[in-house]
């Protein structure tokens, strides 16, 4: 199967320091996916950094582990699927 790119654009109506710190805490993000998300492993220098893990349970069973490999403070958090994730594959994710 060829490569995918999905691209979202979002406004927020506040500032990037409140946003950096919602996206990075994994456990907050089940307010804004429909999963029950837990972190299993924590990061490097902070819980959520580089190195941390968080499960992912999914409607219909599926569950995934994504692991953070790069945090910048307030610029962006990269991470990618380390286990499960059937039928996504080699997934890399940018914030």
Same mark, same amino acid.
């Given at each position: 199967m060829a490569s995918?790119h999905?691209?979202?654009?979002?406004?927020?109506p506040? *500032?990037?320091?409140? @946003?950096?710190a919602?996206l *990075?805490?994994?456990e907050?993000l089940?307010?804004i996916?429909?999963?029950?998300?837990k972190r299993?492993r924590d990061?490097?220098?902070s819980v959520?950094?580089?190195?941390s893990v /968080? /499960?992912?349970?999914?409607p219909?069973?599926?569950s @995934?582990?994504?692991t953070?490999?790069?945090a910048?403070?307030?610029?962006?958090i990269?991470?990618?699927?380390?286990?499960?994730?059937?039928?996504?594959k080699?997934h890399?994710?940018?914030w």
């Amino acid at each position: 199967m060829a490569s995918q790119h999905i691209e979202v654009v979002q406004a927020f109506p506040f *500032s990037v320091d409140k @946003l950096y710190a919602f996206l *990075s805490d994994h456990e907050k993000l089940v307010a804004i996916f429909p999963a029950k998300i837990k972190r299993v492993r924590d990061g490097q220098g902070s819980v959520n950094g580089v190195g941390s893990v /968080r /499960r992912l349970g999914l409607p219909g069973g599926l569950s @995934l582990e994504e692991t953070v490999t790069k945090a910048e403070e307030n610029t962006l958090i990269e991470y990618t699927i380390t286990k499960g994730g059937w039928p996504v594959k080699n997934h890399y994710g940018v914030w």
